[in-house]
T-cell receptor, first 114, second 109 residues
């Protein structure tokens, strides 16, 4: 157990639907990051939050949004889902927001859009 | 902006050595290295913050050549447990970590 908790582990939904992925960072970590990994692909950076504030954005689609709550857990909302959104979504956390600490990853949420 | 890793894949026998390279087209602030086993989360190996810095982690070490904008990961006397995909992650101005293209490493008995 890495200390980063992601729920649900698996999600199957239909095109056009909306889903919410949840992440609880490791205790003491203030930064949360979301990454998307498609089948046999690399890790694509989506967004970073630090202590409740958005800190950096990657190539995140407009249909996707995220937030970090006062208790530091984060949610990634995916709407108007398309087949191409099927992927493994990872959440990671770290103490420092400036990328000088290693990231601890959760076990991921596997999203399948049918 | 995504760093390029080479080689794309490596096949080794136990006990052999390997080098994985990570090259960037932009000046780097720092470099991270991670290993991901199939179906699992990436696991942090090490971070290099200064040009020329070398770090070690068991029989895995890395170097960072700031001038050449590249980093290399060295795996010596490989073990079966080293199998997986290795990703470098590059940081350009402290605001985000961009992962490389990945190198798949397979170690056979």
């Amino acid at each position: 157990d890495s200390g980063v908790t992601q729920t649900p582990k698996h999600l199957i939904t239909a095109t056009g639907q909306r889903v919410t992925l949840r992440c609880s960072p490791r205790s003491g970590d203030l930064s949360v990051y979301w990454y998307q990994q498609s089948l046999d692909q690399g890790l694509q950076f989506l967004i970073q939050y630090y202590n409740g504030e958005e800190r950096a954005k990657g190539n995140i689609l407009e249909r996707f949004s995220a937030q970090q709550f006062p208790d530091l857990h984060s949610e990634l909302n995916l709407s108007s889902l398309e087949l191409g959104d099927s992927a493994l979504y990872f959440c990671a956390s770290s103490v420092d927001p400036g990328q000088i600490d290693g990231y601890t990853f959760g076990s991921g949420t596997r999203l399948t859009v049918v | 902006q995504q760093p390029v890793q080479s080689p794309q894949a490596v096949i080794l026998r136990e006990g052999e050595d390997a080098v994985i390279n990570c090259s960037s087209s932009k000046a780097l602030y720092s470099v991270h290295w991670y290993r991901q086993k199939h179906g699992e989360a990436p696991v942090f190996l090490m971070i290099l913050l200064k040009g020329g810095e070398q770090k070690g982690h068991e029989k895995i070490s890395a170097s960072f050549n700031e001038k050449k904008q590249q980093s290399s990961l060295y795996l010596t006397a490989s073990q079966l447990s080293y199998s997986g995909t290795y990703f470098c992650g590059t940081v350009y101005n402290t605001d985000k970590l961009i992962f490389g293209t990945g190198t798949r490493l397979q170690v056979f008995p």
